[in-house]
């Protein structure tokens, strides 16, 4: 079960008085009961630079998979046939690969990184990894999960044999995780780019987003995140 962190000193503004940009402000700190309280209200941090302050955002529209519409093509589903998939073996590492400065639009700063190791150790920060036959990591993805909401907050692959198959298997497992027992949770990827639309993701609009994440937080975590519901947080 994840551990309830000390309440956050800083409150959020609604996230109707985001600006057309989805930012709704800047500052606060990265402390585990900040970050909570930010998802709960259906806000997630992300910096304006690396070295900028961490910038607070609710996008409208905003981006979701639907669990029931995912798109698994049949090379994909053979793809997953072939690699292990595994839940928190290596997290370090799959928050280490998604922050390698060396890939397009990096954002996970050195802050960032410590923030999110500190709410795994919490058990509120989940990695979805994919392993080749060899043995070796060759994908994954991680994110935050407080109820039934999971929100992906990066994932990657490496450019070798395996290729970008392994995050999307790791995509595939999550969302077999989120539907494990036919709860409606809510699988939050922020915005929607064209790589996530191609596997289902979709557009909703902000206030459809906080509908669903206010049923959502009232469900259980997947049994294989915890299996608690987290309905006591604030927002």
Do not use: N
């Not at 409208?60 to 698994?72: E, I, K, S």
């Not at 923030?115 to 920060?125: D, E, K, M, S, T």
């Not at 298997?169 to 191609?198: F, I, K, M, N, Y």
């Amino acid at each position: 079960m994840p551990r309830e962190p000390a309440p956050s000193g800083w409150a959020f503004p609604p996230p109707e008085q985001a600006g057309p940009d989805g930012l709704l402000g800047v500052g606060a700190d990265l402390e585990p009961g900040t970050l909570l309280s930010a998802y709960r209200a259906g806000v997630f941090p992300m910096p304006l630079g690396r070295s900028s302050p961490v910038g607070w955002w609710s996008p409208d529209p905003r981006g979701v998979v639907p669990l029931h519409a995912l798109r698994v093509s049949r090379s994909l589903r053979a793809a997953t046939r072939r690699f292990d998939v595994r839940v928190d073996t290596a997290f370090a590492e799959v928050l280490d690969r998604c922050a390698d400065r060396r890939r397009p639009g990096g954002w996970i700063t050195a802050a960032m990184r410590a923030a999110y190791l500190r709410l795994h150790g919490l058990g509120w920060v989940h990695s979805v990894e994919a392993w080749s036959p060899e043995g070796g990591l060759a994908g994954g993805l991680y994110g935050v999960s407080v109820g039934g909401l999971f929100a992906g907050e990066s994932m990657f692959h490496v450019d070798a044999r395996w290729g970008r198959d392994a995050s999307k298997v790791a995509l595939v497992a999550l969302v077999e995780l989120l539907r494990a027992d036919g709860s409606e949770r809510l699988l939050d990827v922020q915005w929607c780019t064209p790589h996530l639309a191609s596997l289902g993701a979709v557009e909703v609009s902000r206030r459809d987003y906080l509908r669903r994440l206010r049923t959502a937080l009232t469900l259980p975590a997947p049994p294989a995140f915890g299996g608690g519901c987290c309905c006591c947080g604030g927002g």
